[in-house]
């Protein structure tokens, strides 16, 4: 029985390469790759592989380490709506985003923390919420912080005041805070992400 050869396209390499992202949230390994897009032989991946990397579809880091050009987990931009009173989105889709690169502007200093309380509350940011904290970045007055303060941490406003700093909820039933010994600036936060429905 002879065996039918299968045609492959780069469309099709990329297609199944993205849905392995999509489910598993990595990217594949040459032999996975291999199994996704049914080959036995390492030189056709690596064919395939010079191939995505040519079309600026993937790249490639200095350790080697393939991944996408562009987050295959973006959103079509479908463009915009009022918030006060409806208007509807236009059909045209205008761009893609990713939000790892809309909210993250340094990946390398920057991680989540999950808020508890409300001491922020008036600034947008409520308990549950998911806030973006990039480390090694100084503060400007009216910036909100991760801060430990005398043993403690805490996000709040970072207010400069002469040579004094006053860190300030965003709800009033909460003082504010001066640092007696010790204040240690983690980072500043950069961006909330909400989810409303799970």
């Not at 504010?176 to 500043?188: K, N, Q, S, T």
Request: aromatic share 8%; charged share 30%.
């Amino acid at each position: 029985m002879s065996s039918m050869k299968v045609k492959r396209t780069l469309q099709d390499v990329e297609k199944k390469i993205t849905a392995f992202f999509r489910d598993h949230g990595r990217m594949p390994t040459y032999s996975e790759i291999a199994e996704i897009i049914g080959v036995r032989s390492k030189s056709v991946v690596h064919f395939w592989v010079a191939k995505l990397l040519s079309a600026g579809i993937l790249q490639k880091d200095a350790k080697g380490f393939l991944s996408f050009l562009r987050n295959p987990r973006a959103l079509k931009l479908a463009g915009e709506v009022c918030a006060g009173f409806p208007s509807p989105a236009e059909e045209e889709l205008r761009d893609i985003i990713s939000f790892d690169e809309y909210l993250i502007r340094n990946p390398d200093t920057s991680f989540l923390l999950s808020v508890t309380g409300d001491s922020m509350i008036d600034a947008g940011i409520q308990e549950k919420d998911l806030v973006i904290v990039e480390k090694n970045k100084d503060p400007k007055d009216g910036d909100i912080i991760l801060a430990e303060v005398d043993g403690n941490w805490t996000m709040k406003y970072f207010r400069r005041k002469g040579k004094m700093v006053i860190l300030e909820a965003a709800n009033s039933k909460y003082p504010p805070i001066v640092p007696r010994m010790d204040l240690r600036i983690a980072g500043v936060i950069m961006a909330v992400v909400r989810k409303y429905h799970k």
